[in-house]
């Protein structure tokens, strides 16, 4: 009776264990394809993003990108600008043609991929540039990047073998830092030579630029000015007047952009301008100007001490010590092109019916003469006591080196419009009368930077003052040097106008 039992037990035993058979074959196999879908799923998603990098980025010329446009950009300017963050601090190693990031090479593939979105016409900052249907370049991703990213970041990117963003034919991620802000440069020459608005200013000049790429991007003023002045296969930025005179060629931007400049009304505090006065107005328009520097270090009026201190500082020739410097007060200093002073111009008026030519050095009417007869530029009568000191007080006749610039003009706009024939005529009368006594006579030959005319008169051993203000600062600093000045006629001398007549004058 029990073998019966065991018999017809049997098989329902078998088909259970068959039955957990089949389900732990079945998990296995399940997990396996798990597993291998795991292992696959990151090779195909590199796939795709591999392709929409190099064929489908959208290039748009304007602000409305896509939305996956717009991520990347975020995207990178967040990894590469945010010094915090890990993954962007994270070091760089370049291996053959290749660069992994430590922590993996995920970061890396992300990395180039957005910069790659912002090279084919990707917007970085909707705020901070429109993307280019051509795409961006290497030259403007580092321009953009030297004020508001991560440069050594994006251009290790930009400047890899494979070149993933970059043309063949662009060399601007190629170089130095030097090499490269120069090149930078090259690129944009078009923009700024042109009519495109820059920073706001569409008439900014080509030295106005120069300055504030040489504060901006730390470029060196002299490979700043040769990127933007002439170029064989670009435009010509500066203009320039060739005078028939014996003046040398004038720069007019340079006239522009110093134009305002005044050493001595902000050194002395000139209280009706604080443009002048105001350390931060100086530096922001005429950054690492002798002015600035003087306002950083002292908000005291007239210190010579510090002023002696900077401009000893400066790199510039000096005098040798047998040469008398001469300074002459031109441009608003004389009165050949006013049309609406003739108070303080006291000859004939330009535009009457029967005009006269003014002439400062032979009437002193024609030389601009401020309250209380304080003169800007004199007549042949007044040196004709410099020329009888000179005499006695050198052995034998002196060198003089003149230094007479005609572009400082601002007391109303100027009407020359690069004409300054009555300013070179009045200069070469000075010249001719002190070479008449036995001077030897030179004219300096400028940089075309008040700063070095100014340091190069202050480190004079013979001083000839001129008319103005800045002229009596540099007898100043002349003396407190152990310097000589030699004065024209004393201003006691002048007939002042009645003060009854005079309105404000400009400075």
């Known amino acids: 009776m029990s073998n019966q039992v065991e018999t017809t037990a049997a098989p329902p035993q078998r088909r259970r264990r068959r039955a957990r058979s089949v389900?732990?074959?079945l998990i296995i196999a399940i997990c396996f394809s798990i597993v291998s879908l795991l292992k696959l799923e990151p090779l195909a998603r590199n796939s795709v993003q591999n392709h929409v990098s190099e064929f489908d980025l959208p290039q748009t010329k304007n602000h409305s990108v896509g939305t996956q446009n717009f991520r990347s950009s975020k995207a990178l300017s967040s990894n590469i600008s945010d010094n915090a963050a890990p993954a962007a601090d994270?070091?760089?190693?370049?291996?053959?043609?290749?660069?992994?990031?430590?922590g993996g090479d995920s970061a890396s593939t992300s990395r180039n991929e957005e910069i790659c979105t912002f090279c084919?016409?990707?917007?970085?900052?909707?705020?901070?540039?429109?993307?280019?249907a051509g795409g961006n370049t290497c030259g403007s991703i580092k321009t953009i990047s030297a004020?508001?990213?991560?440069?050594?970041?994006?251009?290790?990117?930009?400047?890899?073998?494979?070149?993933?963003?970059?043309?063949?034919?662009?060399?601007?991620?190629?170089?130095?830092?030097?090499?490269?802000?120069?090149?930078?440069?090259?690129?944009?020459?078009?923009?700024?030579?042109?009519?495109?608005?820059?920073?706001?200013?569409?008439?900014?000049?080509?030295?106005?630029?120069?300055?504030?790429?040489?504060?901006?991007?730390?470029?060196?003023?002299?490979?700043?000015?040769?990127?933007?002045?002439?170029?064989?296969?670009?435009?010509?930025?500066?203009?320039?007047?060739?005078?028939?005179?014996?003046?040398?060629?004038?720069?007019?931007?340079?006239?522009?952009?110093?134009?305002?400049?005044?050493?001595?009304?902000?050194?002395?505090?000139y209280r009706y301008e604080s443009s002048i006065r105001d350390a931060s107005k100086v530096c922001m328009r005429w950054p690492g100007s002798l002015l600035c520097k003087y306002l950083t270090r002292t908000d005291?009026?007239?210190?010579?001490?510090?002023?002696?201190?900077?401009?000893?500082?400066?790199?510039?020739?000096?005098?040798?010590?047998?040469?008398?410097?001469?300074?002459?007060?031109?441009?608003?200093?004389?009165?050949g092109q006013y049309n609406d002073l003739s108070k303080w111009c006291r000859g004939a008026k330009t535009g009457t019916e029967n005009p006269t030519t003014r002439n400062c050095w032979e009437n002193d009417k024609d030389c601009f003469k401020s309250i209380g007869g304080y003169i800007y530029a004199y007549p042949r009568?007044?040196?004709?006591?410099?020329?009888?000191?000179?005499?006695?007080?050198?052995?034998?006749?002196?060198?003089?080196?003149?230094?007479?610039?005609?572009?400082?003009?601002?007391?109303?706009?100027?009407?020359?419009?690069?004409?300054?024939?009555?300013?070179?005529?009045?200069?070469?009368?000075?010249?001719?009368?002190?070479?008449?006594?036995?001077?030897?006579?030179?004219?300096?030959?400028?940089?075309?930077?008040?700063?070095?005319?100014?340091a190069?008169?202050?480190?004079?051993?013979?001083?000839?003052?001129?008319?103005?203000?800045?002229?009596?600062?540099?007898?100043?600093?002349?003396?407190?040097?152990?310097?000589?000045?030699?004065?024209?006629r004393k201003f006691s001398d002048v007939t002042p106008l009645p003060v009854n007549k005079l309105t404000n004058i400009a400075k």
């Open 23 to 25: 389900e732990w074959t």
């Open 90 to 102: 994270a070091a760089v190693k370049r291996v053959g043609s290749k660069q992994i990031e430590e």
């Open 120 to 132: 084919k016409g990707g917007i970085l900052n909707e705020d901070l540039i429109a993307p280019r």
């Open 147 to 269: 004020g508001h990213l991560n440069d050594s970041d994006i251009c290790e990117v930009i400047q890899k073998e494979e070149k993933v963003c970059c043309p063949d034919t662009d060399k601007s991620a190629v170089g130095s830092k030097e090499e490269g802000s120069v090149q930078v440069l090259e690129e944009l020459n078009v923009k700024f030579c042109g009519s495109n608005k820059w920073l706001g200013a569409p008439d900014m000049t080509c030295e106005e630029r120069a300055q504030i790429l040489v504060s901006r991007y730390q470029m060196s003023e002299q490979n700043a000015k040769s990127t933007l002045v002439v170029k064989e296969s670009g435009c010509r930025c500066i203009l320039k007047e060739q005078n028939t005179t014996t003046s040398p060629t004038i720069d007019l931007s340079l006239a522009k952009y110093w134009n305002g400049y005044r050493i001595a009304d902000g050194i002395k505090g």
């Open 300 to 335: 005291q009026a007239n210190n010579i001490t510090v002023l002696v201190d900077i401009i000893n500082q400066s790199k510039i020739d000096i005098p040798a010590a047998n040469t008398t410097v001469m300074h002459l007060r031109l441009g608003d200093g004389l009165c």
């Open 381 to 454: 009568e007044y040196y004709e006591q410099v020329a009888t000191e000179l005499l006695k007080s050198v052995n034998n006749p002196t060198r003089i080196v003149v230094v007479a610039d005609p572009r400082h003009w601002t007391r109303s706009k100027d009407m020359r419009n690069g004409d300054y024939s009555i300013d070179f005529a009045y200069r070469d009368n000075v010249i001719s009368f002190f070479r008449s006594k036995g001077f030897i006579v030179q004219i300096h030959q400028s940089s075309g930077k008040p700063d070095d005319d100014f």
């Open 456 to 488: 190069y008169m202050c480190s004079a051993r013979n001083f000839v003052r001129g008319g103005g203000g800045l002229s009596t600062l540099i007898s100043s600093v002349v003396t407190a040097q152990g310097g000589r000045v030699f004065n024209p």
